[in-house]
Protein backbone atom coordinates (compact mmCIF):
# COMPACT_ATOMS: atom_id res chain seq x y z
CA UNK A 1 0.00 0.00 0.00
CA UNK A 2 2.53 2.43 0.88
CA UNK A 3 6.00 1.46 -0.58
CA UNK A 4 5.39 4.16 -4.14
CA UNK A 5 4.16 6.70 -1.87
CA UNK A 6 5.13 10.35 -2.20
CA UNK A 7 7.39 10.84 1.28
CA UNK A 8 5.62 14.36 1.92
CA UNK A 9 2.04 15.83 2.99
CA UNK A 10 -0.74 15.49 1.17
CA UNK A 11 -1.73 19.01 1.77
CA UNK A 12 1.01 20.63 0.34
CA UNK A 13 1.44 18.53 -2.46
CA UNK A 14 -0.94 20.26 -4.68
CA UNK A 15 -0.41 22.88 -7.19
CA UNK A 16 -2.85 25.22 -5.40
CA UNK A 17 0.20 26.08 -2.63
CA UNK A 18 1.49 29.88 -3.27
CA UNK A 19 4.80 30.98 -4.65
CA UNK A 20 6.83 31.57 -1.30
CA UNK A 21 6.70 34.80 0.31
CA UNK A 22 10.55 37.37 0.47
CA UNK A 23 12.28 36.72 3.63
CA UNK A 24 12.71 39.47 5.95
CA UNK A 25 15.71 41.82 5.32
CA UNK A 26 16.99 44.54 7.31
CA UNK A 27 15.06 46.37 9.90
CA UNK A 28 11.05 47.14 10.01
CA UNK A 29 8.46 47.92 12.92
CA UNK A 30 5.39 47.04 13.82
CA UNK A 31 2.36 47.84 16.47
CA UNK A 32 2.29 43.85 16.89
CA UNK A 33 4.64 41.25 15.84
CA UNK A 34 3.36 37.61 15.10
CA UNK A 35 5.77 35.32 15.06
CA UNK A 36 4.42 31.58 13.59
CA UNK A 37 2.51 31.12 10.51
CA UNK A 38 0.41 28.02 11.06
CA UNK A 39 -3.40 28.48 12.58
CA UNK A 40 -2.97 30.25 15.62
CA UNK A 41 -0.27 32.34 14.43
CA UNK A 42 -2.01 32.92 11.47
CA UNK A 43 -5.82 33.62 13.22
CA UNK A 44 -3.79 36.17 15.83
CA UNK A 45 -2.74 38.13 12.73
CA UNK A 46 -6.04 38.15 10.90
CA UNK A 47 -7.72 38.90 13.99
CA UNK A 48 -5.47 41.80 15.35
CA UNK A 49 -6.19 43.46 11.77
CA UNK A 50 -9.69 42.82 11.97
CA UNK A 51 -10.06 44.18 15.60
CA UNK A 52 -7.80 47.45 14.79
CA UNK A 53 -7.79 48.01 11.40
CA UNK A 54 -5.08 51.17 12.31
CA UNK A 55 -2.83 48.57 13.88
CA UNK A 56 0.65 47.54 11.90
CA UNK A 57 1.05 44.00 11.51
CA UNK A 58 4.06 41.84 10.77
CA UNK A 59 3.99 38.02 10.60
CA UNK A 60 7.25 35.69 10.41
CA UNK A 61 8.06 31.94 9.60
CA UNK A 62 10.42 30.28 10.10
CA UNK A 63 9.79 28.28 6.86
CA UNK A 64 6.77 28.51 4.79
CA UNK A 65 3.23 29.27 5.78
CA UNK A 66 1.62 25.72 6.73
CA UNK A 67 4.94 23.75 6.43
CA UNK A 68 4.79 21.82 9.90
CA UNK A 69 2.10 21.14 12.14
CA UNK A 70 -0.64 23.17 10.49
CA UNK A 71 0.37 21.88 6.71
CA UNK A 72 -0.01 18.15 7.78
CA UNK A 73 -2.91 18.05 10.35
CA UNK A 74 -5.89 15.55 9.56
CA UNK A 75 -8.36 18.75 8.96
CA UNK A 76 -10.86 18.02 12.39
CA UNK A 77 -12.26 21.25 13.47
CA UNK A 78 -13.75 20.26 16.45
CA UNK A 79 -15.49 22.69 18.99
CA UNK A 80 -13.33 21.09 21.70
CA UNK A 81 -10.95 23.70 23.59
CA UNK A 82 -9.84 20.96 26.03
CA UNK A 83 -8.82 18.12 23.44
CA UNK A 84 -11.87 16.54 24.45
CA UNK A 85 -14.41 15.83 26.98
CA UNK A 86 -13.25 13.48 29.11
CA UNK A 87 -9.77 15.64 29.26
CA UNK A 88 -11.31 19.03 30.28
CA UNK A 89 -12.98 17.49 33.11
CA UNK A 90 -10.20 15.84 34.34
CA UNK A 91 -8.68 19.34 34.59
CA UNK A 92 -11.08 22.07 34.25
CA UNK A 93 -14.54 20.38 35.70
CA UNK A 94 -15.41 23.67 36.85
CA UNK A 95 -15.01 25.74 34.15
CA UNK A 96 -16.51 23.26 31.26
CA UNK A 97 -19.69 24.72 30.92
CA UNK A 98 -18.32 27.53 29.91
CA UNK A 99 -15.21 26.17 27.83
CA UNK A 100 -17.84 24.49 25.65
CA UNK A 101 -20.35 26.99 25.55
CA UNK A 102 -17.01 28.39 24.13
CA UNK A 103 -15.61 26.31 21.75
CA UNK A 104 -19.09 26.08 20.38
CA UNK A 105 -18.86 29.78 19.86
CA UNK A 106 -15.51 29.04 18.57
CA UNK A 107 -16.74 26.96 15.50
CA UNK A 108 -19.32 29.16 14.58
CA UNK A 109 -17.09 32.00 14.57
CA UNK A 110 -14.53 29.94 12.35
CA UNK A 111 -17.42 29.00 9.61
CA UNK A 112 -18.57 32.93 9.79
CA UNK A 113 -15.11 34.20 9.35
CA UNK A 114 -14.32 31.48 6.30
CA UNK A 115 -17.38 33.25 4.80
CA UNK A 116 -16.91 36.54 5.50
CA UNK A 117 -13.72 36.51 3.70
CA UNK A 118 -14.23 34.05 1.28
CA UNK A 119 -11.93 31.52 2.11
CA UNK A 120 -13.06 27.79 0.65
CA UNK A 121 -11.64 25.35 2.71
CA UNK A 122 -13.74 22.35 1.77
CA UNK A 123 -15.28 22.78 4.94
CA UNK A 124 -18.05 19.97 5.90
CA UNK A 125 -19.77 20.11 9.31
CA UNK A 126 -20.25 16.74 9.38
CA UNK A 127 -19.78 15.51 12.85
CA UNK A 128 -17.28 12.94 14.92
CA UNK A 129 -18.24 9.49 15.01
CA UNK A 130 -15.48 7.94 18.29
CA UNK A 131 -15.62 4.19 17.25
CA UNK A 132 -15.42 1.50 19.58
CA UNK A 133 -13.29 -1.32 18.92
CA UNK A 134 -13.81 -3.13 21.82
CA UNK A 135 -16.87 -3.71 25.12
CA UNK A 136 -14.68 -1.95 27.17
CA UNK A 137 -14.26 1.07 24.84
CA UNK A 138 -17.68 1.71 24.50
CA UNK A 139 -18.19 0.94 28.48
CA UNK A 140 -16.29 4.41 27.98
CA UNK A 141 -17.97 5.96 25.64
CA UNK A 142 -21.46 5.27 27.49
CA UNK A 143 -19.72 7.45 30.16
CA UNK A 144 -18.33 10.18 28.58
CA UNK A 145 -21.90 10.17 27.07
CA UNK A 146 -23.57 10.77 30.07
CA UNK A 147 -21.19 13.19 31.35
CA UNK A 148 -21.54 14.79 28.13
CA UNK A 149 -25.28 14.87 28.15
CA UNK A 150 -25.48 16.66 31.89
CA UNK A 151 -23.62 19.10 30.77
CA UNK A 152 -26.15 19.89 28.32
CA UNK A 153 -24.14 18.19 24.50
CA UNK A 154 -25.94 16.86 22.20
CA UNK A 155 -23.78 13.61 22.27
CA UNK A 156 -25.82 10.47 20.83
CA UNK A 157 -24.50 6.76 21.70
CA UNK A 158 -25.02 4.87 18.86
CA UNK A 159 -25.01 0.74 19.78
CA UNK A 160 -23.05 -1.75 17.52
CA UNK A 161 -25.92 -2.13 15.05
CA UNK A 162 -26.57 1.64 14.39
CA UNK A 163 -23.01 2.83 14.31
CA UNK A 164 -22.42 0.02 11.95
CA UNK A 165 -25.02 1.48 9.68
CA UNK A 166 -22.89 4.64 9.75
CA UNK A 167 -19.75 2.85 9.39
CA UNK A 168 -19.38 -0.59 7.75
CA UNK A 169 -16.55 -2.32 9.24
CA UNK A 170 -16.18 -5.86 11.12
CA UNK A 171 -14.45 -3.52 13.78
CA UNK A 172 -17.31 -1.62 15.39
CA UNK A 173 -19.02 -2.04 18.88
CA UNK A 174 -20.21 0.80 19.08
CA UNK A 175 -19.91 4.53 18.72
CA UNK A 176 -20.52 8.00 20.13
CA UNK A 177 -21.78 10.89 17.83
CA UNK A 178 -20.30 14.64 18.30
CA UNK A 179 -22.17 17.07 15.92
CA UNK A 180 -19.36 19.27 16.80
CA UNK A 181 -16.91 18.98 14.23
CA UNK A 182 -16.15 20.21 11.31
CA UNK A 183 -13.42 18.50 8.45
CA UNK A 184 -11.63 20.65 6.79
CA UNK A 185 -8.56 20.91 4.39
CA UNK A 186 -6.29 22.14 6.57
CA UNK A 187 -3.78 23.91 3.74
CA UNK A 188 -6.69 25.50 2.15
CA UNK A 189 -7.64 27.12 5.19
CA UNK A 190 -4.21 28.32 5.78
CA UNK A 191 -3.43 29.51 2.54
CA UNK A 192 -6.77 31.31 2.58
CA UNK A 193 -6.10 32.83 5.73
CA UNK A 194 -2.60 34.45 4.94
CA UNK A 195 -4.12 35.77 1.90
CA UNK A 196 -6.57 37.22 3.73
CA UNK A 197 -4.63 38.82 6.56
CA UNK A 198 -2.45 40.16 3.55
CA UNK A 199 -5.56 42.06 2.14
CA UNK A 200 -6.06 43.47 5.78
CA UNK A 201 -2.37 44.86 5.98
CA UNK A 202 -0.66 42.08 7.51
CA UNK A 203 2.98 42.11 6.20
CA UNK A 204 4.11 38.14 5.93
CA UNK A 205 7.83 37.20 5.79
CA UNK A 206 8.67 33.69 5.31
CA UNK A 207 11.88 31.97 5.63
CA UNK A 208 12.49 34.15 8.71
CA UNK A 209 13.53 32.31 11.71
CA UNK A 210 13.40 34.80 14.82
CA UNK A 211 16.56 33.37 16.89
CA UNK A 212 15.90 35.73 20.06
CA UNK A 213 13.19 38.14 21.91
CA UNK A 214 15.04 40.81 23.52
CA UNK A 215 13.98 44.48 24.94
CA UNK A 216 13.69 47.20 22.73
CA UNK A 217 16.48 50.12 23.10
CA UNK A 218 13.33 52.55 23.84
CA UNK A 219 12.34 50.45 26.92
CA UNK A 220 8.90 50.13 25.35
CA UNK A 221 9.43 47.62 22.76
CA UNK A 222 10.30 44.52 22.35
CA UNK A 223 13.01 43.27 19.34
CA UNK A 224 13.09 40.31 17.46
CA UNK A 225 16.31 39.20 15.34
CA UNK A 226 16.16 37.47 12.62
CA UNK A 227 18.93 35.73 10.74
CA UNK A 228 19.19 38.73 8.33
CA UNK A 229 17.27 41.52 9.98
CA UNK A 230 15.10 42.75 12.75
CA UNK A 231 11.64 43.73 13.72
CA UNK A 232 10.92 45.99 16.64
CA UNK A 233 7.20 45.69 17.77
CA UNK A 234 5.56 46.96 20.78
CA UNK A 235 3.59 43.77 21.14
CA UNK A 236 4.52 40.35 20.63
CA UNK A 237 2.66 36.91 19.62
CA UNK A 238 4.58 33.85 19.41
CA UNK A 239 3.11 30.78 17.58
CA UNK A 240 5.70 28.62 17.34
CA UNK A 241 4.16 25.45 18.28
CA UNK A 242 6.54 22.36 18.81
CA UNK A 243 9.90 24.80 18.07
CA UNK A 244 11.90 25.31 21.01
CA UNK A 245 10.68 28.20 22.83
CA UNK A 246 12.13 31.51 22.81
CA UNK A 247 11.02 32.29 25.67
CA UNK A 248 13.94 30.27 27.95
CA UNK A 249 11.69 29.22 31.02
CA UNK A 250 9.02 27.05 28.66
CA UNK A 251 11.77 24.72 27.22
CA UNK A 252 10.35 22.46 29.89
CA UNK A 253 7.08 23.10 29.15
CA UNK A 254 6.25 20.77 25.58
CA UNK A 255 7.86 18.28 24.32
CA UNK A 256 8.14 17.16 20.43
CA UNK A 257 6.35 14.17 19.48
CA UNK A 258 5.96 12.76 16.63
CA UNK A 259 2.50 11.57 14.56
CA UNK A 260 2.55 9.92 11.38
CA UNK A 261 -0.25 10.10 8.94
CA UNK A 262 -1.07 8.17 5.01
CA UNK A 263 -3.56 9.72 2.54
CA UNK A 264 -5.07 6.64 -0.40
CA UNK A 265 -5.75 7.32 -3.96
CA UNK A 266 -9.47 8.59 -4.41
CA UNK A 267 -11.76 5.91 -4.03
CA UNK A 268 -14.26 4.90 -6.61
CA UNK A 269 -18.11 5.03 -6.46
CA UNK A 270 -18.19 1.04 -5.85
CA UNK A 271 -15.14 1.73 -2.82
CA UNK A 272 -16.54 4.37 -1.14
CA UNK A 273 -20.59 2.80 -0.74
CA UNK A 274 -18.91 -0.03 0.22
CA UNK A 275 -17.40 1.59 3.76
CA UNK A 276 -21.30 2.88 4.26
CA UNK A 277 -19.58 6.28 5.20
CA UNK A 278 -22.47 8.22 3.99
CA UNK A 279 -22.12 10.48 6.77
CA UNK A 280 -18.88 11.73 5.58
CA UNK A 281 -18.07 11.99 9.71
CA UNK A 282 -14.53 12.41 10.87
CA UNK A 283 -13.87 9.73 12.67
CA UNK A 284 -11.43 7.88 15.74
CA UNK A 285 -10.96 4.97 17.46
CA UNK A 286 -11.46 5.13 21.07
CA UNK A 287 -8.34 3.24 22.84
CA UNK A 288 -5.28 4.68 24.46
CA UNK A 289 -3.59 4.89 21.32
CA UNK A 290 -5.81 6.07 18.69
CA UNK A 291 -6.55 6.50 14.65
CA UNK A 292 -8.15 9.37 13.44
CA UNK A 293 -9.24 9.28 10.12
CA UNK A 294 -11.42 11.21 7.52
CA UNK A 295 -12.89 11.60 3.74
CA UNK A 296 -11.23 14.56 1.41
CA UNK A 297 -13.10 16.42 -1.19
CA UNK A 298 -11.89 14.01 -3.81
CA UNK A 299 -12.89 11.01 -1.64
CA UNK A 300 -9.25 10.16 -0.01
CA UNK A 301 -9.07 8.89 2.79
CA UNK A 302 -6.77 10.04 5.07
CA UNK A 303 -5.69 7.64 7.84
CA UNK A 304 -3.26 8.81 11.13
CA UNK A 305 -2.64 8.27 14.88
CA UNK A 306 -1.71 5.63 16.63
CA UNK A 307 2.04 5.59 17.36
CA UNK A 308 3.31 8.71 19.01
CA UNK A 309 6.97 8.00 19.74
CA UNK A 310 8.79 10.51 21.49
CA UNK A 311 12.97 10.59 20.99
CA UNK A 312 15.56 11.37 24.02
CA UNK A 313 16.38 14.93 24.44
CA UNK A 314 13.39 16.27 22.44
CA UNK A 315 14.86 15.01 19.11
CA UNK A 316 13.42 17.03 16.54
CA UNK A 317 15.73 15.79 13.40
CA UNK A 318 14.17 16.02 10.32
CA UNK A 319 15.15 12.91 8.95
CA UNK A 320 12.38 11.34 12.02
CA UNK A 321 9.45 12.38 9.13
CA UNK A 322 10.21 9.24 7.28
CA UNK A 323 9.72 6.18 8.85
CA UNK A 324 8.62 3.30 6.31
CA UNK A 325 7.55 0.92 9.53
CA UNK A 326 4.90 3.59 10.94
CA UNK A 327 3.69 3.70 7.53
CA UNK A 328 3.64 0.48 6.59
CA UNK A 329 1.58 -0.25 10.11
CA UNK A 330 -1.51 2.34 9.76
CA UNK A 331 -1.74 0.35 6.45
CA UNK A 332 -2.24 -2.59 7.92
CA UNK A 333 -4.59 -1.10 10.47
CA UNK A 334 -6.38 0.76 7.92
CA UNK A 335 -7.49 -2.64 6.15
CA UNK A 336 -8.18 -4.30 9.34
CA UNK A 337 -11.00 -1.20 10.13
CA UNK A 338 -11.96 -1.65 5.99
CA UNK A 339 -11.28 -5.36 4.55
CA UNK A 340 -13.39 -3.97 1.66
CA UNK A 341 -10.13 -1.36 0.61
CA UNK A 342 -7.66 -4.30 0.09
CA UNK A 343 -5.87 -3.60 -2.63
CA UNK A 344 -5.75 0.20 -2.79
CA UNK A 345 -2.46 2.37 -2.59
CA UNK A 346 -1.30 5.26 -0.43
CA UNK A 347 -0.34 8.39 -3.13
CA UNK A 348 1.20 10.60 0.60
CA UNK A 349 2.96 9.51 3.65
CA UNK A 350 4.18 12.04 6.06
CA UNK A 351 5.15 12.60 9.90
CA UNK A 352 6.21 15.41 12.13
CA UNK A 353 6.10 16.48 15.27
CA UNK A 354 3.68 18.29 17.84
CA UNK A 355 3.79 20.16 20.56
CA UNK A 356 2.84 17.98 23.63
CA UNK A 357 2.30 19.79 27.29
CA UNK A 358 1.45 17.59 30.47
CA UNK A 359 -2.30 18.89 30.12
CA UNK A 360 -2.38 18.21 26.76
CA UNK A 361 -4.52 21.00 25.79
CA UNK A 362 -2.75 24.81 24.74
CA UNK A 363 -1.44 27.62 27.75
CA UNK A 364 -0.59 31.02 27.82
CA UNK A 365 2.28 32.51 29.31
CA UNK A 366 3.26 36.57 29.16
CA UNK A 367 6.76 37.82 29.39
CA UNK A 368 8.61 40.49 29.14
CA UNK A 369 6.75 42.50 30.59
CA UNK A 370 3.09 41.73 29.61
CA UNK A 371 4.48 42.79 26.09
CA UNK A 372 4.85 39.36 24.94
CA UNK A 373 2.45 36.41 25.01
CA UNK A 374 3.16 32.68 23.61
CA UNK A 375 0.40 30.28 23.44
CA UNK A 376 1.46 26.50 22.74
CA UNK A 377 0.84 22.94 23.85
CA UNK A 378 -2.30 22.17 21.87
CA UNK A 379 -1.14 18.29 21.08
CA UNK A 380 -3.27 17.78 18.07
CA UNK A 381 -6.66 19.09 17.89
CA UNK A 382 -5.49 22.58 17.21
CA UNK A 383 -7.56 23.18 14.24
CA UNK A 384 -10.33 24.97 15.34
CA UNK A 385 -8.48 25.83 19.43
CA UNK A 386 -5.99 28.16 17.71
CA UNK A 387 -8.81 30.60 17.08
CA UNK A 388 -9.39 30.45 20.33
CA UNK A 389 -5.88 30.81 21.61
CA UNK A 390 -5.09 33.23 19.42
CA UNK A 391 -7.94 35.45 20.32
CA UNK A 392 -7.04 35.19 24.10
CA UNK A 393 -3.10 36.22 23.54
CA UNK A 394 -4.77 38.91 21.88
CA UNK A 395 -6.85 40.21 24.66
CA UNK A 396 -3.65 39.20 27.05
CA UNK A 397 -1.08 41.41 25.52
CA UNK A 398 -3.23 44.17 24.77
CA UNK A 399 -4.02 44.17 28.40
CA UNK A 400 -7.75 43.47 28.23
CA UNK A 401 -9.76 41.68 31.02
CA UNK A 402 -12.27 39.36 29.40
CA UNK A 403 -14.12 36.25 29.44
CA UNK A 404 -11.50 34.36 28.34
CA UNK A 405 -8.77 35.55 30.37
CA UNK A 406 -10.40 35.07 33.59
CA UNK A 407 -10.30 31.16 33.17
CA UNK A 408 -8.70 28.95 35.52
CA UNK A 409 -6.94 27.19 31.67
CA UNK A 410 -5.70 30.78 31.00
CA UNK A 411 -4.22 31.93 34.36
CA UNK A 412 -2.66 28.81 35.08
CA UNK A 413 -0.33 26.49 33.13
CA UNK A 414 0.29 22.76 33.15
CA UNK A 415 3.45 21.16 35.08
CA UNK A 416 6.63 21.38 33.02
CA UNK A 417 8.42 18.15 32.08
CA UNK A 418 11.40 17.25 34.16
CA UNK A 419 14.98 17.38 32.48
CA UNK A 420 16.60 14.41 30.72
CA UNK A 421 17.26 11.62 31.01
CA UNK A 422 14.06 11.34 33.64
CA UNK A 423 11.88 13.03 30.91
CA UNK A 424 12.93 10.15 28.65
CA UNK A 425 12.19 7.58 31.19
CA UNK A 426 8.76 9.22 32.49
CA UNK A 427 7.42 9.52 28.76
CA UNK A 428 8.49 5.83 27.41
CA UNK A 429 7.25 4.39 30.71
CA UNK A 430 4.05 5.91 30.07
CA UNK A 431 3.81 5.02 26.13
CA UNK A 432 4.54 1.19 27.22
CA UNK A 433 1.90 1.20 30.19
CA UNK A 434 -0.90 2.56 27.39
CA UNK A 435 -0.30 -0.10 24.71
CA UNK A 436 -0.28 -2.61 28.04
CA UNK A 437 -3.58 -1.15 29.42
CA UNK A 438 -5.10 -1.81 25.77
CA UNK A 439 -4.03 -5.14 25.93
CA UNK A 440 -5.54 -5.15 29.47
CA UNK A 441 -9.14 -4.61 28.36
CA UNK A 442 -8.60 -0.43 29.42
CA UNK A 443 -6.99 -1.32 33.17
CA UNK A 444 -5.04 1.73 34.04
CA UNK A 445 -2.48 -0.42 36.46
CA UNK A 446 -0.44 1.33 38.79
CA UNK A 447 1.46 3.80 36.82
CA UNK A 448 -1.46 5.33 34.89
CA UNK A 449 -3.62 5.44 38.01
CA UNK A 450 -0.44 7.35 39.10
CA UNK A 451 -0.26 10.05 36.90
CA UNK A 452 -4.14 10.78 36.76
CA UNK A 453 -3.88 11.37 40.28
CA UNK A 454 -1.58 13.87 40.15
CA UNK A 455 -3.02 15.39 37.00
CA UNK A 456 -1.17 13.97 34.45
CA UNK A 457 -3.17 11.12 33.12
CA UNK A 458 -4.59 11.40 29.38
CA UNK A 459 -8.20 10.67 28.78
CA UNK A 460 -9.05 12.12 25.20
Not at 229 to 240: D, I
Not at 391 to 396: I, K, P, Q, S, V
Not at 409 to 433: D, N, S, Y
Amino acid sequence: MVARAAASPYWLDRDLRPEPRPRLVGETTADLLVIGGGFTGLWAAVQAAQRNPGRSVVLVERDRIAEHASGRNGGFCAASLTHGLGNGLQRFRDEMPTLLRMGRETLDAIEDTLDSLGIDADVERTGELDLATTDWQYDDLAETAAAGQALGEELVLLDAAAARERVDSPMVRGALYDPHVMIIDPAKLAFGLADAAERLGVRIFEDSEVLGLSAGSSGGSVRARTGYGQVRAGRVVVATSASRALVRRLRLYTVPVWDYALMTEPLSDDRLASLGWSGREGLADSGPRFHYFRLTADNRILFGGWDAPYHFGSDDDPRRAHQPGEWALLGEHLLQMFPQLEGITATHTWGGVIDTCSRFCAFWDTSHGGRVVTAVGFTGLGVGASHFAAATALDLVDGLRTERTALEMVRHKPLPFPPEPVRWAGITLTRRQMARSERRNGRRGVWLTLLDKVGLGFDS
